[in-house]
Nanobody, 122 residues
Framework: QLQASGGGLVQAGGPLRLSCAASGRAFSSYVMGWLRQAPGKEREFVAAISWSGTRSYYADSVKGRFIISRDNAKNTVYLQMNSLEPEDTAVYYC?????????????????WGQGTQFTVSS
């Protein structure tokens, strides 16, 4: 089970960190991803991180502004978001899959958290 948190209201240009806590003992066996869905838009990939955290992948729209990380001892994956833009407003979901194949696609994930909403005000 995945539980995302950290949403809210933030001003444009500001930072925000999302967290996703996973239950169970197999967290380090999963590739973790963050995906988002803005109002009226399809869900899209944001970032993914490999099992040990040595490899990470980003959507072009967030590259250089967002950083995904994980702490396997705490069963938690994070998304540090900087230089936020109103276009980043969305519900953010954490998700898991067993391998890196298709980890940069929405359809590549088979376990999803409930999502956390935040709004970037201009």
């Amino acid at each position: 089970q995945l539980q995302a948190s950290g949403g809210g209201l933030v001003q444009a240009g500001g930072p925000l960190r999302l967290s996703c806590a996973a239950s169970g003992r197999a967290f380090s066996s999963y590739v973790m991803g963050w995906l988002r869905q803005a109002p009226g838009k399809e869900r899209e990939f944001v970032a993914a991180i490999s099992w040990s955290g040595t490899r990470s992948y980003y959507a072009d729209s967030v590259k250089g502004r967002f950083i995904i990380s994980r702490d396997n001892a705490k069963n938690t994956v994070y998304l540090q978001m900087n230089s936020l833009e109103p276009e980043d407003t969305a519900v953010y979901y954490c998700a898991a899959r067993s391998d890196l194949a298709r980890a940069t696609t929405v359809g590549g994930y088979n376990s999803w958290g409930q999502g956390t909403q935040f709004t970037v005000s201009s």
